[in-house]
Structure formats: structure tokens, C-alpha cells
């Protein structure tokens, strides 16, 4: 049995860590929006390629269409961050924020919003993960991997730059949920097996 990536007081350490960051998000979501943010509790898991795979089965039979961010972030802490929006969600927040896209290339100012809203979301997420574990990070430039695409057709293209790694890696998961508005959507971290000892350094100066 391959041992685990990290033991229990590990663990509560960086699940610590992951609540103050989604916190973090949360609280930009909801200046944002002028409303309340509910979230679930972040789920940490081990993963390998094969586990990526069964988060695209579960994304595609949770959604009936599929609009996905994917953000590279690198440095001492590095990985991906992919942001998960559901048919629903586009429709919702072009309401909450008044967006206008009746004139000119609508698909094109559809893009634009889910690129601001990921990038606020996975900068601030991924800022304070460093910030709390004390190590350089940084974020390249969001791209839209699939964009209010049918899932089964989405599911090839998700996740499709990761991994070409080989072992057991780190993922955070969490669900947002917009108070009085249908939007739900998704943040995925997965944190690069390259750059584990060094989280696994820094939460060993918290324990």
C-alpha cells in the first residue's frame, strides 16, 4: 500500500489553510454580488490521472452543458486551477451584475465575465494558499478550455494540459452557491507533485 501523501495533523494543517483561502474568495464573491455566499466545505483528496478522469465523469453527469476556466499557477506552490460554470450560471450572473450583451460579439463579452470572475476567484484563492504556507507563487493568464459546451462533448477538453504526471497529487474541491441567485459553480485546485515537499515543509512549521 503506497503511503499517504500526508498524516492527520498534516492534513488538519492544510485543511486550515484551505478554509481561510475559500473564506478569502468567498467574501470577494459576495462584495462582488452585494449578497451571501454559501460554500461547502473544501474536500481534500489524493488524486492520480486516473482520479481526473472521474472528475470528469462526475462534472459531466452533474451538468448538462459546460463552461470551463483552466489558470496555471507556479512557482514553490504550483498546479492548476480549473472554474467549473453550469448552464444556469452565465445566465444568473449576467443578471446580478446588469451585463448587457445584446450588441456586438455577445459570445465574446460572455467569455470576458467568466475570465474576470475565475481570475478573481482562483487569484485570491491561490494568493492566500501561498501567503499562509509561506510559499512564492504566481498566476499565468486564465483561458476558457470549453465555453456552453454539451458535456459529453466538453469532457474530452477538460483537464486536458494535466497531467503528465505520474504518482499521487494533492486536490481541493469546493462548490459555491450565490444566496437568492441560481449560480452554482465549481473551483478545483490541483496542487503539481513537484512542488508537494515543499507543502509538506511548510505545514511542518505549523505543527
Known sequence: MAEPLFNEDELDVFGEIVNIAMGRAGAVLAEAFSGFVHMRVPELRTVGAADIGDTRDRLTRTYDSISALH??????????????????????????????????????????????????????????????????????APRVAVFDMPSDKAAKRLFDDLPGWQGQTVQVAIIFHLEAHDVPFELLITVHPDCLPEVKRALAKRL
Open 71 to 140: 489558470q496555471e499557477f507556479f512557482g514553490e506552490l504550483c498546479g492548476d486551477v480549473a472554474v467549473i460554470f453550469g448552464p444556469a450560471s452565465y445566465s444568473a450572473l449576467r443578471e446580478v451584475l446588469g451585463f448587457d450583451d445584446r450588441d456586438g460579439d455577445g459570445r465574446r463579452q460572455r467569455e470576458e465575465l467568466l475570465l474576470e470572475l475565475g481570475n478573481a476567484l482562483a487569484s485570491t484563492c491561490i494568493t492566500e494558499l501561498g501567503g499562509q504556507l509561506g510559499l512564492r507563487t504566481g498566476l499565468r
